[in-house]
Protein backbone atom coordinates (compact mmCIF):
# COMPACT_ATOMS: atom_id res chain seq x y z
CA UNK A 1 0.00 0.00 0.00
CA UNK A 2 1.56 3.38 -0.29
CA UNK A 3 1.04 6.43 1.42
CA UNK A 4 1.44 8.93 -1.20
CA UNK A 5 -2.18 9.74 -2.36
CA UNK A 6 -2.66 10.13 1.42
CA UNK A 7 0.46 12.47 1.84
CA UNK A 8 -0.97 14.45 -1.16
CA UNK A 9 -4.16 14.73 -0.37
CA UNK A 10 -3.58 16.15 3.78
CA UNK A 11 -0.62 18.63 1.54
CA UNK A 12 -3.40 20.02 -0.60
CA UNK A 13 -5.66 19.97 2.50
CA UNK A 14 -2.96 22.46 4.53
CA UNK A 15 -2.88 24.58 1.68
CA UNK A 16 -6.69 24.92 1.46
CA UNK A 17 -6.71 25.62 5.16
CA UNK A 18 -4.23 28.56 4.57
CA UNK A 19 -5.93 31.23 2.17
CA UNK A 20 -3.94 33.63 0.55
CA UNK A 21 -5.92 36.71 1.61
CA UNK A 22 -8.89 37.67 3.42
CA UNK A 23 -11.78 40.17 4.27
CA UNK A 24 -11.60 40.98 7.42
CA UNK A 25 -13.97 42.92 9.61
CA UNK A 26 -13.00 44.85 12.36
CA UNK A 27 -15.21 47.02 14.67
CA UNK A 28 -13.06 49.57 15.29
CA UNK A 29 -11.87 50.52 12.07
CA UNK A 30 -15.53 49.92 10.25
CA UNK A 31 -17.04 52.06 13.11
CA UNK A 32 -19.60 54.85 11.57
CA UNK A 33 -22.13 56.98 12.33
CA UNK A 34 -23.23 57.63 8.85
CA UNK A 35 -25.39 54.80 8.84
CA UNK A 36 -27.09 52.24 11.63
CA UNK A 37 -26.61 49.70 10.89
CA UNK A 38 -23.16 50.57 9.10
CA UNK A 39 -22.32 47.73 6.69
CA UNK A 40 -22.58 44.54 8.92
CA UNK A 41 -22.19 46.10 12.06
CA UNK A 42 -25.33 46.81 13.73
CA UNK A 43 -25.03 49.37 17.06
CA UNK A 44 -28.25 48.52 19.70
CA UNK A 45 -29.63 47.35 22.43
CA UNK A 46 -31.82 44.87 24.23
CA UNK A 47 -32.94 42.02 25.62
CA UNK A 48 -30.15 39.49 25.02
CA UNK A 49 -31.61 36.89 22.83
CA UNK A 50 -34.83 38.65 22.84
CA UNK A 51 -34.47 41.66 21.65
CA UNK A 52 -32.82 44.04 19.81
CA UNK A 53 -33.61 47.80 18.76
CA UNK A 54 -30.79 49.96 16.82
CA UNK A 55 -29.27 52.80 19.15
CA UNK A 56 -31.49 56.08 17.40
CA UNK A 57 -29.09 59.11 17.78
CA UNK A 58 -25.62 59.77 16.90
CA UNK A 59 -22.82 62.46 17.44
CA UNK A 60 -19.16 62.78 15.92
CA UNK A 61 -17.57 64.04 19.23
CA UNK A 62 -19.61 62.68 22.46
CA UNK A 63 -17.32 64.07 25.32
CA UNK A 64 -14.94 65.78 22.71
CA UNK A 65 -13.84 65.64 18.65
CA UNK A 66 -13.30 62.57 17.34
CA UNK A 67 -15.35 60.24 19.81
CA UNK A 68 -18.36 58.94 17.10
CA UNK A 69 -20.72 57.17 19.23
CA UNK A 70 -24.28 55.73 19.06
CA UNK A 71 -26.70 56.34 21.87
CA UNK A 72 -29.84 56.49 23.29
CA UNK A 73 -30.35 60.10 23.58
CA UNK A 74 -33.53 60.08 26.12
CA UNK A 75 -32.35 58.16 28.73
CA UNK A 76 -30.28 59.34 31.56
CA UNK A 77 -25.97 59.55 30.87
CA UNK A 78 -27.36 58.72 27.53
CA UNK A 79 -26.53 55.19 27.85
CA UNK A 80 -26.57 51.80 26.75
CA UNK A 81 -24.05 53.84 23.77
CA UNK A 82 -21.50 52.79 21.65
CA UNK A 83 -18.30 54.76 20.89
CA UNK A 84 -15.02 54.69 19.32
CA UNK A 85 -12.16 56.27 20.31
CA UNK A 86 -10.25 57.93 16.93
CA UNK A 87 -8.53 61.18 19.38
CA UNK A 88 -5.52 59.28 18.99
CA UNK A 89 -4.76 59.46 23.12
CA UNK A 90 -6.73 58.11 25.87
CA UNK A 91 -9.98 59.21 26.12
CA UNK A 92 -11.21 60.01 29.53
CA UNK A 93 -13.91 61.08 31.94
CA UNK A 94 -14.42 60.87 35.71
CA UNK A 95 -13.75 56.91 35.86
CA UNK A 96 -13.47 56.47 32.15
CA UNK A 97 -10.32 55.63 30.52
CA UNK A 98 -10.37 54.06 27.21
CA UNK A 99 -7.37 53.37 25.41
CA UNK A 100 -6.69 55.23 22.02
CA UNK A 101 -7.79 53.31 19.09
CA UNK A 102 -10.82 51.67 20.85
CA UNK A 103 -14.29 51.08 20.71
CA UNK A 104 -16.11 51.10 24.13
CA UNK A 105 -19.64 50.17 25.00
CA UNK A 106 -21.94 50.95 28.33
CA UNK A 107 -25.01 49.12 28.77
CA UNK A 108 -28.41 50.88 30.34
CA UNK A 109 -30.10 50.88 33.21
CA UNK A 110 -32.31 47.42 32.29
CA UNK A 111 -32.10 44.19 31.93
CA UNK A 112 -33.85 44.94 28.55
CA UNK A 113 -31.10 47.96 27.15
CA UNK A 114 -27.68 45.75 27.07
CA UNK A 115 -25.08 47.07 24.65
CA UNK A 116 -25.76 45.05 21.81
CA UNK A 117 -23.27 44.87 18.66
CA UNK A 118 -24.30 42.84 16.28
CA UNK A 119 -22.67 41.26 12.90
CA UNK A 120 -24.89 40.15 10.31
CA UNK A 121 -23.12 38.02 8.05
CA UNK A 122 -22.92 39.15 4.60
CA UNK A 123 -22.87 35.84 2.84
CA UNK A 124 -23.24 31.98 3.58
CA UNK A 125 -19.82 30.81 4.82
CA UNK A 126 -16.95 30.00 7.19
CA UNK A 127 -16.22 32.85 9.41
CA UNK A 128 -13.18 32.95 12.33
CA UNK A 129 -14.01 35.54 15.23
CA UNK A 130 -11.68 36.92 17.37
CA UNK A 131 -13.34 39.17 20.01
CA UNK A 132 -12.25 40.73 23.43
CA UNK A 133 -14.25 42.86 25.74
CA UNK A 134 -11.88 44.87 28.88
CA UNK A 135 -12.63 46.82 31.46
CA UNK A 136 -12.16 50.61 31.16
CA UNK A 137 -13.16 52.01 34.13
CA UNK A 138 -10.51 52.70 36.67
CA UNK A 139 -12.87 52.17 39.92
CA UNK A 140 -11.77 49.19 40.55
CA UNK A 141 -13.39 46.73 43.04
CA UNK A 142 -16.47 49.02 42.81
CA UNK A 143 -19.84 47.88 42.22
CA UNK A 144 -21.27 44.58 40.16
CA UNK A 145 -19.35 44.75 37.09
CA UNK A 146 -20.33 43.75 33.61
CA UNK A 147 -21.51 40.20 31.92
CA UNK A 148 -20.50 39.45 28.38
CA UNK A 149 -22.10 37.14 26.53
CA UNK A 150 -22.01 36.36 22.42
CA UNK A 151 -24.52 34.69 20.74
CA UNK A 152 -25.26 32.63 17.46
CA UNK A 153 -28.82 34.30 16.70
CA UNK A 154 -30.78 33.43 19.93
CA UNK A 155 -28.31 30.99 20.81
CA UNK A 156 -25.50 31.66 23.47
CA UNK A 157 -21.89 30.45 22.04
CA UNK A 158 -19.99 32.20 25.28
CA UNK A 159 -21.30 34.02 28.67
CA UNK A 160 -18.65 35.30 30.88
CA UNK A 161 -18.27 37.94 33.67
CA UNK A 162 -15.93 40.56 33.16
CA UNK A 163 -13.73 39.94 36.44
CA UNK A 164 -11.92 41.20 38.15
CA UNK A 165 -13.22 44.30 38.77
CA UNK A 166 -10.01 45.72 37.85
CA UNK A 167 -9.38 48.74 35.12
CA UNK A 168 -7.59 46.33 31.46
CA UNK A 169 -9.54 42.73 33.03
CA UNK A 170 -10.38 41.19 29.99
CA UNK A 171 -12.69 38.47 28.46
CA UNK A 172 -11.52 37.15 25.13
CA UNK A 173 -13.09 34.78 22.70
CA UNK A 174 -12.28 33.27 19.43
CA UNK A 175 -13.63 30.44 16.97
CA UNK A 176 -14.67 29.31 14.04
CA UNK A 177 -18.56 29.04 12.78
CA UNK A 178 -19.99 28.52 10.24
CA UNK A 179 -22.80 31.16 9.42
CA UNK A 180 -25.74 31.39 7.05
CA UNK A 181 -25.95 34.82 4.57
CA UNK A 182 -27.76 37.30 7.01
CA UNK A 183 -27.11 34.78 10.34
CA UNK A 184 -26.40 37.02 13.19
CA UNK A 185 -23.73 37.14 15.96
CA UNK A 186 -24.47 39.40 18.93
CA UNK A 187 -21.96 40.74 21.32
CA UNK A 188 -23.31 41.74 24.21
CA UNK A 189 -22.49 43.73 27.34
CA UNK A 190 -25.18 43.18 29.99
CA UNK A 191 -25.15 46.11 33.45
CA UNK A 192 -24.88 42.45 35.70
CA UNK A 193 -27.14 44.13 38.43
CA UNK A 194 -26.12 47.75 38.82
CA UNK A 195 -25.13 49.36 35.59
CA UNK A 196 -22.44 51.66 36.90
CA UNK A 197 -18.67 51.48 36.12
CA UNK A 198 -19.55 49.25 33.50
CA UNK A 199 -17.91 50.97 30.61
CA UNK A 200 -16.53 48.06 28.39
CA UNK A 201 -13.76 48.13 25.80
CA UNK A 202 -14.86 45.90 22.75
CA UNK A 203 -12.39 44.63 19.99
CA UNK A 204 -13.33 42.25 17.64
CA UNK A 205 -12.14 41.26 14.39
CA UNK A 206 -13.95 38.88 11.76
CA UNK A 207 -12.56 37.20 9.17
CA UNK A 208 -13.85 35.56 6.17
CA UNK A 209 -11.48 33.29 4.18
CA UNK A 210 -11.07 33.75 0.65
CA UNK A 211 -13.86 31.31 -1.33
CA UNK A 212 -10.99 30.61 -3.61
CA UNK A 213 -9.45 28.25 -0.48
CA UNK A 214 -12.55 26.22 0.03
CA UNK A 215 -12.40 25.11 -3.48
CA UNK A 216 -9.00 23.48 -3.03
CA UNK A 217 -10.32 22.22 0.53
CA UNK A 218 -12.91 20.60 -2.02
CA UNK A 219 -10.10 19.30 -4.20
CA UNK A 220 -8.39 18.00 -1.28
CA UNK A 221 -11.43 16.17 0.28
CA UNK A 222 -11.89 14.87 -3.18
CA UNK A 223 -8.76 13.29 -3.84
CA UNK A 224 -8.62 11.90 -0.03
CA UNK A 225 -12.46 10.31 -1.03
CA UNK A 226 -10.70 8.91 -4.45
CA UNK A 227 -7.59 7.45 -2.13
CA UNK A 228 -9.84 5.76 0.30
CA UNK A 229 -12.42 4.22 -2.57
CA UNK A 230 -9.28 2.59 -3.99
CA UNK A 231 -7.87 0.80 -0.83
CA1 LIG B 1 -22.64 46.32 36.52
Redesign the pocket.
Known sequence: MSRLPLFAGLVILALGTAPASATVYDAFSDFSIASNPNGPWGYGYGRPGVSYTPMPDSTPSFFGPDEPGWFLGNSPFLVPLAIANRTGAILTSTTISVPANTMFVH?GNDDAQAAIVRFVAPEAGHYNYNVVFTRVDTADGF????GVTIYDGNAVLFARALVPLTYGATVSASGSIELAANEVLSFVVD????????STGFSAQITVPEPTSFGILGVGLFGLKLFRRRR
Open positions: PDTGARNGSYFFD
